[in-house]
């Protein structure tokens, strides 16, 4: 009776908490809840966290990049084995706790049910599950860092026999927390996968049709599915290798009739998937924003989903692009070659619709639409240098070079912080109630892109110089020891300063905004998709009365209208048909 | 391009310079472009008052040749970049031209050796020259190397000669380069190896034929063979290595 | 918990398809995945090394043949137990389940004694490539029949009293899939040799 679980009645919505009514335990209403727009927030905050600790690894080890060997403020003193563990974290934790979690889990658990017009998820408490797993999972994959031996420093990619074997990654039990964690947290994704795909499948209000879901939607779900199809074989490969870790069989031993290369495949034919998975939903998040803010249609909304389909078919077929040179068949890189250059070609027209989309727009320079508009001027440089890598010919000189860490950057960071940010600044008066201060949103913005810029600028040309990846120190390396290239490396590390530095403003925004943030009404941006029609924040259940939906997300300055929205639920008047 | 970054030294390191700059050719004028429009876009219909916005929906048949023109075009550039990526792909990687030397290269944890026919020429005989941290090769001259690993994947990396391969344990894996150039360059491991892998550094030294018989001579002479073998680089690593160990 | 959160999204249908069979689709769309990415994996390894067959000759067909039959009965089991729900016939719907439940109970029990039998003549996990896949691929499968039957017996109790009859529906799916992974490790494991 007292669980928020009776928040799932459609009564819900009209007279929402009394105090003193329902009794309801912060335990209850905070950590066992089941409404979906709390556990977006359980996500959100979680994977917020999880980002300030994995910004705070890449300072550590930036700092010993440009200062090598010498004490970390706030550290320490940086050893190989500790360097190693520190990338690999940071990289996993990136990925899997942060850009999965804010932009699938915290967007899609909040947006899904609002968006397509019904009071939850089909399944709330596998839902409750989902994030109590993931929780575990992050917890697990902090703990590694206490363990003897310390946390798995083999690389995000966890390749064996390194990652199989003890006595040659020298941290036995972090490397197994390591699997187990992101073991877990692939559990966790695929329960929240069902949910989001069945959910927009079955669950969607009276007459929206196929084309009426909002894209963000669309893409969260694609994105969900690309995960699921993708996951399986690593699962698989997970528990090989646990095996080899633990139960002493020899799956990717190759003196025992394995074979290494075995996991690479498993590991990339989800590896590849997976950066759209981060990806797909970030675009989704900016095409929500660059609508409202131009005041326009999406130029070419089928356009848009026949592309993403395009590339998530595509995407299955191009990981062995980061093996080029990993011993596999040499004939198999000039396949591989050809279908990573062709996946440029759904992209490149997705991204052309969104900038078409300005056109003829009503530009307003919000903080969300900067965010917006800097997603698809940073993607840019990231996509066109992947183009570099995807041909085989000259992948063979930037492979595991700072090239390529450039390049992952230039597109994970717009897709992880940057369609973060731009999500979190647009939809924070409908989470919170209250708008966010844009001052201060546009000195975060500002300071945070172009400290972006300075540090992963400098790495394209000392990736180009041939700095190898997760190296501590090149002392040993006389070419990179030129004092150009430490001088770049101080200019990034310098970068990432500026740019912990430039946080600050958004916490502050963030939590003054909580309390003092102007109120926000139910749709302060002038919005047409259905979560713009709820209170701000929205109660539990969601809808006083259930919406019914009568056109696509879209329609901004349709002619013939006195206002230049048109939300998705309003009927048509009778006066307005003789207009039409 | 790469050459004002990192030395060519190698006969196919000017193929895959000029594959990279073919490359930042086409997608730095799609990158302009795109980068152009946008901001233009952004000036052109920011918010002014007495401007209304326009209804496009994109699907207008005047309108979709802005997606079907690029939609074109980008498959005819990603054309024009297979084509020759394929095709030095296959010069360095697929097809090796007949060797005149053969090295063996060992890699482990965290070291680089190296095995190759002392005086008389030939492979796995008493006379091979065995070195760690420290490969001499002849200019103007094909080598095929083969590649193992002893314990962990490692990767045989020569950033001047553009030379990359993966060493998998369990594998012998083939390769080959010509050096174009005398002097001593790096040689570095760029496959994630465990604790060592930043201290995994070796030296290729490229030498004229006639070097190269006065250093094999040098070598092969039993009395200095010992002291020469361990080289001196590698030792001090070694010690690093124990020092930096936690 | 007092309450059984069901949500509205949970009682609509847009597809047509009720929710928990489309769930059910999904969750054998996804398991579907790691069995094939296991299997695949088993069977590059497998052509690759021949003398696989030696260890592969150890297995015991016959007792492979019989949890085939075995499996094979219980899903026949299943669909009639989903015929009764379909009828509103709770009961005997229940008594169906339970006895594909005891099939799945004779399957593991064959596994066992057939494992038992493996391990005393010193096959183990850690015995060579061929047994590790055996043992990993049969295992993860015995898992799933167990949580299977698991669920059959939970869900019985409600059946029998006819409520929740639809799940009668995807329990019966669920074992289908899960029979059907074993027609494919059956000659997988056992008769290529
Ligand atoms: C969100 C993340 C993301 C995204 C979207 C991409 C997108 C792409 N990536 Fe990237 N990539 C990573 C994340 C991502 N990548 C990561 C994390 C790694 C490293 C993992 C590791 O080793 O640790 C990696 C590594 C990586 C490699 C392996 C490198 C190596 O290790 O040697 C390759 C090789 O092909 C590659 C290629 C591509 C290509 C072709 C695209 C394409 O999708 C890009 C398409 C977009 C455009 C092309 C831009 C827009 C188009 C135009 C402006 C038109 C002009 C274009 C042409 C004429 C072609 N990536
Ligand atoms: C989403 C992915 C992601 C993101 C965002 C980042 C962000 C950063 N990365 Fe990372 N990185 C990876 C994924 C990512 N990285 C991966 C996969 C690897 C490979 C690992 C491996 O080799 O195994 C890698 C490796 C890697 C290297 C290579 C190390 C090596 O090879 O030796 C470097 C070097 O400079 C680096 C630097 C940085 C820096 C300076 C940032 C900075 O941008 C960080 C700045 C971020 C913050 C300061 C946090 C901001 C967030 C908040 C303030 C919270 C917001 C609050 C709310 C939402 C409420 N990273
Ligand atoms: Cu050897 Cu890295
Ligand atoms: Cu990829």
Redesign the interface.
Known sequence: MTTPATGAHAHAGSHGHEPGHHETSFFHKYLWSTDHKMIAMQYLFTGAALALIGGYLAYVFRMQLAFPGHVVPGYGLVTPNRYNSLVTIHGSIMIFWVAMPVLVAAFGNFLIPLMIGCDDMVFPRINRLSYQIFLLSALILLSSFLVKGGAFGGAWTSYPPLSAKGIYNLSPLGSTLWLVAVALEFVAFLLGGLNFIVTTMNGRAPGMRMWDIPVVVWMIVIASVLFMASVGPLIAGAIMLLFDQRLGTGFFDPGRGGDPLLWQHLFWFFGHPEVYVVLLPALGIVAEIITVFARKKLFGYRTILYTTWATGVLSFVVWAHHQFIAGIDPRMANVFTITTLLISVPITEMIFVYIATLYGGSIQFTTPMLWALSFIAEFLIGGVTGIFLGASGADIYFHDTYFVVAHFHYTFFPSAIIGMFAGLTFWYPKMFGRMLNETLGKIHFWGTIIAFNMIFLPLFITGAAGDQRRIYDYALFPEQMRPELQHLRQLSTVGVMILMTFQVFFLVNFFWSLKHGKRAGENPWLSNTLEWTVPSPPPHGNFAELPTVYRGPYEYATPGRKEDYWPQNAPITPLEEGAL | MLERFATGASTYAPSIDHLILLIAVIVGFWLIVAEIALFWLMARFRRRDGHAPQYVTGEEKHLTKWVTIPHFLVIACDLVIIVPAILVWMNVKQTLPPAQETVRVFSQQWAWSFQQPGPDGILDTADDIRTVGELHVKENTVYHFELRSRDVLHSFSVPVFRLKQDAVPGRTIVGWFKATRTGTFDIQCTQMCGMGHGLMAGRIVVETPQQHAAWMKRVSSPALAASVAPSSDTAADNSKIAEVSR | ???T??????L????G?P?AR??TW??I??????????L??YV??RL??PE?GIAASHTNTAAGATNTFVLLTSSLFAVLAHKAADAHDGPKAAKFLRLTALGGLVFLTIKGLEWTHEIREGFV??S??FW??YY?VAG?HALHVLAGLIIMLVFAVDVAKNENLPRVQCIGLYWHFVDIIWIFLFPLLYIAK
């Open positions: 918990m007092s309450t959160a069901r949500s509205i999204a949970n609509r249908s847009v597809t398809i929710t489309l769930v999904w969750v769309a996804s398991e579907i995945f790691i069995f094939g990415g296991l695949a994996s590059m390894h690759a090394h696989w996990l850690a060579g490539g590790s896949f990993t993860l």
